[in-house]
């Protein structure tokens, strides 16, 4: 270090963490050290998330349209890394912190599926979170806008089958005979109508095992698919909401959950899409969020 290098670093005055004054420099350094080895630039990815939820050891996030649940590739970004930049951003986290813990979701939806998305910002609130996903010690509620009128609450049960070279699933309502039926998994799915008119219906789904794209495939198993869905849905019934909303995607959102054991109940706004759908097609009435938190 030249003698002016070293002057300027006499000079740099001491800062206030935590009540203790440190030599900045130091700090600096230690923070830079810190940083080394991580592929992602957190200070870059920063983005506001919609919180629906947060304590001290756990996260609910109302993830939007378009976001990745967890990375499909290494050089993707998704929710989880944003959920990292977020707590290093408000101060929950720290960069050494994540040499030993890195904050993860414990559910995931599809990229084009929006909702409530938990995650654990430490230890205690990622495995508390993941016990309950893995027992089924919780209940989850979604919406969804689909095709048809639909007028009475139903719980319809069969079986899934994925074809993970396709990432497509069948359903079928009894297990095929004379075929290897491992990886047939049964399903079971509880929709209550909101509110419909002769062309759409506005669900609350209860979805009571989670399984791949069930929801979308169960509901086009019975010929009312969801509005916007380019896999399982109609091509003239999404053309219609694409040309008429720009509606690019499968209205199903992730709209509620509740825990009982750890005292939460959360649920999220309606989406503006739905609104605008909704209202569109004349099916909007006053008082469906109000309706929607008391159907279950």
């Not at 670093?9 to 935590?18: I, L």
């Not at 506001?48 to 993830?63: G, H, R």
């Not at 050089?75 to 720290?94: F, G, K, M, P, W």
Request: some cysteine; aromatic content about 10%.
């Amino acid at each position: 270090m030249t003698d002016k290098a070293a002057d300027n670093t006499a000079n740099e005055p001491a800062v206030k963490t935590d009540g203790k004054y440190t030599d900045s420099t130091a700090d600096k350094y230690s923070y830079t050290a810190s940083k080394k080895g991580l592929s992602v630039d957190y200070e870059k990815i920063y983005r506001p998330l919609d919180i629906v939820y947060e304590d001290e050891n756990v996260l609910f996030i109302n993830k939007p349209v378009g976001m990745l649940s967890q990375k499909a590739d290494k050089n993707d970004c998704s929710l989880v890394e944003y959920i990292t930049a977020y707590l290093l951003h408000n101060n929950s986290l720290t960069y050494e912190d994540l040499a030993m813990f890195t904050p993860s979701i414990c559910n995931r939806l599809d990229r084009n599926t929006s909702g409530i998305i938990a995650a654990g910002k430490t230890m205690k609130g990622l495995q508390e979170l993941s016990s309950h996903f893995k027992e089924r010690t919780l209940t989850k509620y979604y919406i969804c806008i689909v095709a048809g009128k639909i007028d009475k609450r139903q719980l319809i049960k069969g079986y899934l089958y994925k074809d993970k070279k396709l990432n497509k699933v069948t359903i079928c309502q009894t297990l095929p005979k004379g075929r290897d039926t491992s990886e047939y998994l049964p399903i079971e799915t509880e929709y209550i109508p909101v509110a419909y008119s002769d062309n759409a219906t506005l669900l609350k789904v209860h979805l009571i095992t989670g399984r791949s794209h069930q929801i979308r495939a169960h509901l086009a198993s019975i010929n009312h698919p969801l509005a916007g869905d380019y896999k399982y849905g109609k091509a003239s019934f999404n053309r219609r909401f694409t040309d008429k909303y720009n509606c690019k995607s499968q209205l199903l959102h992730s709209y509620e959950l509740n825990i009982p054991d750890m005292d939460i109940h959360i649920h999220t706004d309606i989406p503006d899409i739905f609104l605008n759908v909704l209202k569109g097609e004349n099916i909007w009435q006053p008082g469906i969020q109000e309706v929607l938190e008391a159907l279950h």
